[in-house]
């Protein structure tokens, strides 16, 4: 497993941005498939965005498409997700996740960072 560990939460107004980052502490970070999963009070986790082991592959829930943007920098060991025109509707703990090529789902969670929308 790796370690993950999520940062660039906060308060924003409806409209605003963030970008969240997901350090991962391997030495290997090219091995793993990245996602951005979230969950929302109340709500159960959701599927946001997933990135391939070299960035080539993204694809994103239909809720956030065209506002958001899965990244990362393999060099860094780090993985992005540029949130923009946020909505009161993207409030809520942002996870960051890997996988390796050889398992269908994650294996490895970060804590979360709280994104929270005013509208």
């Known amino acids: 497993q790796v370690q993950l560990k999520e940062s660039g939460g906060g308060s924003v107004q409806a409209g605003g941005s963030l970008r969240l980052s997901c350090a991962a502490s391997?030495?290997?970070?090219?091995?793993?498939?990245m996602g951005w999963f979230r969950q929302a009070p109340g709500e159960e986790q959701e599927f946001v965005a997933h990135?391939?082991?070299?960035?080539?592959?993204?694809y994103y829930a239909d809720s956030v498409k065209g506002r958001f943007t899965i990244s990362r920098d393999n060099a860094k060991n780090t993985a992005y997700l540029q949130m923009n025109s946020l909505q009161h509707e993207d409030t809520g703990v942002y996870y960051c996740?890997?996988?390796?090529?050889?398992?269908?789902?994650?294996?490895?969670w970060g804590q979360g960072t709280q994104v929270t929308v005013s509208s």
């Open positions: 391997t030495r290997v970070f090219s091995a793993y498939a």
């Open positions: 990135i391939s082991w070299n960035g080539d592959s993204t």
């Open positions: 996740a890997a996988k390796t090529w050889a398992s269908p789902d994650f294996g490895s």
